[in-house]
């Protein structure tokens, strides 16, 4: 006499179960998360909530002054290097490896891509700004546009800091 085989479906035949496992009040909460940040996020782009201040603005209402000031280009070295060099006197300031030269490259490709939008040319100067705030700041001079060195870190930060000196 043979008994028939156990019904397996509880678990689909596979072994396992696949009912879900996830708090109902768990999925609630994630929904009204995301729902909340969506609502912040429309309301800021609609006007009804003011963005904070950039560092620019901040140190423009502050009457933040640059300490110290460099015009710098940068370039495409042999062998994977970027060569610095003030744009002022033409010296050449730095060479940075391939190993060492990771942070400038990746600042640097960043402001690229918007150069090459605009059909800017890559040797066009950047202006490095040590404030009287603290802050340290990259300007493209041919777009405008700013980056705050100390958001990444005191190792990253130094990498720029020791162009000034």
């Given amino acids: ?3 028939a085989p156990a019904k397996a479906a509880s678990h ?25 940040t969506l609502a912040l ?23 933040a002054t640059a300490l110290s000031t460099r015009v710098l280009q ?5 062998d994977g290097t970027v060569v610095v060099t003030d744009a002022t006197t033409n010296a050449r300031l730095h060479v ?3 190993e060492g030269s990771g942070f400038v490259r ?5 402001m690229g891509r918007e150069r ?3 059909s800017i040319p890559m040797l066009a100067p950047y202006e490095l700004n040590h404030w009287s705030d603290g802050s340290l700041s990259l300007t493209d001079t041919a777009t405008n546009r700013i980056v705050e060195l100390g958001a990444f870190g005191t190792t990253n930060r130094g990498t720029f800091e020791a162009l000034l000196k």
């Fill in 41 to 63: 996020t429309g309301a800021t782009q609609l006007g009804w909530i003011s963005p904070s201040p950039s560092a620019s603005e901040t140190r423009s209402a502050e009457a």
């Fill in 1 to 3: 006499m043979t008994t």
């Fill in 106 to 110: 990746g600042v640097l490709r960043g």
């Fill in 74 to 78: 940068f370039a495409d070295g042999p």
């Fill in 12 to 36: 689909n035949g596979h072994g396992h179960s696949h009912e879900n496992t996830v708090p109902k009040g768990a999925l609630v909460m994630a929904c009204g998360v995301v729902l909340f």
């Fill in 96 to 98: 940075y490896g391939e």
């Fill in 116 to 118: 090459q939008k605009r």
